[in-house]
């Protein structure tokens, strides 16, 4: 019975011995595999990760290119009005900066790019430009130039020839000269007739007469759009 008992132990031992081999043999072969394929396979996993995340991190360029200068809607060479509304267009949601005579004017365009300020003029000329900036804080060089003439005084007219009321007599003097002086710069009607200038501002003009009364009716607007009106009256008799 002893033998049985003994022999059993010695198999069992044998058992234990293998198994214990075997959990030796299979740790040992994992952490090689470890040692040679997990560690890289975590380290490719983590800069897949990492570039991943890159990926999808967006990417923000800063703007260095100055905008372009702002454009004026067109502007009078003159004005009769001491207020000017000034309009334009430039990059959309930029600062304008009006210049008027050296005193600077900021507005900020809108969604559409334009811009509108309403500007008080001097009498005389006005000197005006602009700039702008741009929402990423650059600045663009000077626009166009532009001189604004205010002027609110109404053009003379000088008529030198006929009279008020002079009177005329025959047919010898039924066709009569007008002549005088006025803006050389300016427009000049005659009873709603376009009359030439010359450079000097003169003016001559033939008129025929009608029998009785004549009003004549003259009308001078310079180029800022004052305007003067003078009439007088002469009679012809044939």
Same mark, same amino acid.
């Given at each position: 019975? *002893?033998?049985?008992?003994?022999?059993?132990?010695? =198999?069992? @031992?044998? *058992? &234990?011995?293998?198994?214990?081999?075997?959990?030796? =043999? %299979? #740790?040992?072969?994992?952490?090689?595999?470890?040692?040679?394929?997990?560690?890289?396979?975590?380290? +490719?996993?983590?800069?897949?990760?990492?570039?991943?995340?890159?990926?999808?991190?967006?990417?923000?360029?800063?703007?260095?290119?100055?905008?372009?200068?702002?454009?004026?809607?067109?502007?009078?060479?003159?004005?009769?009005?001491?207020?000017?509304?000034?309009?334009?267009?430039?990059?959309? !949601?930029?600062?304008?900066?009006?210049?008027?005579?050296?005193?600077?004017?900021?507005?900020? #365009? $809108?969604?559409?790019?334009?811009?509108?300020?309403?500007?008080?003029?001097? %009498?005389?000329?006005?000197?005006?430009?602009?700039? =702008?900036?741009?929402?990423?804080?650059? +600045? #663009?060089?000077?626009?166009?130039?532009? =001189?604004? &003439?205010?002027? /609110?005084?109404?053009? @003379?007219?000088?008529?030198?020839?006929?009279?008020?009321? @002079?009177?005329?007599? !025959?047919?010898?003097?039924?066709?009569?000269?007008?002549?005088? /002086?006025?803006?050389?710069?300016?427009?000049?009607?005659?009873?709603?007739?376009?009359?030439?200038? $010359?450079?000097?501002? &003169?003016?001559?003009?033939?008129? #025929?007469?009608? $029998? !009785?009364? &004549?009003?004549?009716?003259? *009308?001078?607007? $310079?180029?800022?759009?004052?305007?003067?009106? *003078?009439?007088?009256?002469?009679?012809?008799?044939?």
């Amino acid at each position: 019975m *002893k033998k049985n008992y003994s022999r059993r132990i010695a =198999v069992e @031992e044998r *058992k &234990n011995k293998k198994k214990a081999l075997t959990f030796i =043999v %299979l #740790s040992f072969s994992t952490i090689l595999f470890l040692f040679f394929f997990g560690i890289p396979l975590i380290a +490719k996993f983590a800069s897949f990760v990492t570039d991943l995340t890159k990926k999808n991190t967006p990417i923000i360029l800063k703007d260095n290119t100055p905008p372009a200068p702002p454009r004026f809607n067109n502007l009078p060479d003159k004005i009769n009005k001491s207020q000017i509304n000034i309009s334009g267009n430039t990059e959309e !949601g930029s600062v304008v900066t009006i210049f008027i005579n050296g005193l600077d004017n900021e507005i900020i #365009s $809108d969604n559409y790019g334009e811009f509108n300020f309403l500007a008080n003029l001097e %009498l005389g000329e006005n000197i005006i430009y602009a700039t =702008v900036k741009d929402q990423s804080g650059n +600045k #663009s060089t000077e626009s166009k130039t532009y =001189v604004i &003439n205010y002027d /609110n005084e109404a053009p @003379e007219i000088i008529i030198n020839s006929p009279s008020d009321g @002079e009177n005329y007599y !025959g047919q010898s003097q039924k066709e009569i000269e007008i002549t005088g /002086n006025t803006d050389p710069q300016g427009d000049l009607t005659i009873n709603d007739r376009f009359i030439t200038i $010359d450079d000097d501002g &003169n003016f001559k003009y033939k008129y #025929s007469l009608n $029998d !009785g009364e &004549n009003t004549l009716t003259f *009308k001078a607007i $310079d180029k800022a759009q004052n305007e003067t009106e *003078k009439t007088i009256t002469v009679s012809f008799t044939p």
